[in-house]
């Protein structure tokens, strides 16, 4: 994987990338992702507000906070998320996970081969994979097929991409439509049957206003990754 071309790719010149996301075409959460270089490969930071109204789950408002370091190659290292004031942390080893549960419990899973990471409302993950899978020839015309770790559910399962006629467009094993633009960049991701669609942002967030929602998270304030 050339990370350096992926992450051009998701984020062109700038550092940092949002994503809308609307239900019924009513607005109800904003992602957000910055990246770093790191001694270790490239860390990438998200902050994510979501607005319960519109999904029917009361008045109240949240944000997430994740973290992903990976290596230079892409492949997953650890992953850090608080959400509702309930942190996980996650390792990724040969074959298997680590993982410290909010509780502070330990739990391991073995994984066999693992192709990337997703979770709930971090759409940059999403954004990320499939600027990787773009690299590869056959990927407009086969698709793909592998194995993806969700990180809410603690699960691995299998995923698969079918490309459509025009090599811009993809469905998922996950239900979703996918529109890449002709660079691999993505667009939308949307889930027909929930009536959700995420939409790449045209005028991104600054940076500087990423770093400025993190730095009042709790899990900003502590070492990680």
Not at 22 to 40: A, V
Not at 87 to 113: A, Y
Not at 151 to 157: N, P
């Amino acid at each position: 994987m050339k990370l350096k071309n992926i992450l051009q790719r998701v984020f062109g010149p700038n550092s940092s990338v949002s994503f809308r996301l609307e239900i019924n075409g009513i607005p109800f959460g904003r992602s957000m992702m910055i990246w770093d270089k790191t001694e270790r490969g490239f860390l990438f930071r998200f902050y994510t507000e979501i607005d319960n109204k519109p999904l029917g789950l009361g008045d109240s408002q949240c944000t997430d906070i994740a973290f992903y370091q990976c290596d230079s190659c892409g492949r997953p290292i650890e992953f850090e998320r608080e959400s509702k004031g309930q942190r996980l942390k996650i390792t990724f080893q040969v074959n298997k996970i680590n993982v410290v549960m909010p509780d502070n419990s330990s739990l391991t899973i073995e994984t066999g081969q693992i192709d990337t990471v997703f979770d709930n409302n971090l759409i940059g993950l999403t954004a990320l994979f499939y600027a990787h899978c773009w690299d590869k020839n056959e990927f407009r015309m086969h698709g793909f097929s592998g194995h993806v770790f969700i990180a809410s559910q603690l699960t691995v399962a299998p995923y698969r991409i079918f490309p459509e006629a025009d090599g811009l467009h993809f469905q998922s094993s996950f239900k979703e439509i996918v529109e890449l633009n002709e660079n691999g960049r993505l667009l939308s991701l949307s889930l027909p049957k929930q009536a959700i669609i995420v939409r790449s942002e045209d005028n991104n967030i600054s940076r500087d206003e990423v770093i400025y929602y993190l730095s009042k998270t709790i899990l900003n304030k502590k070492p990680h990754l």
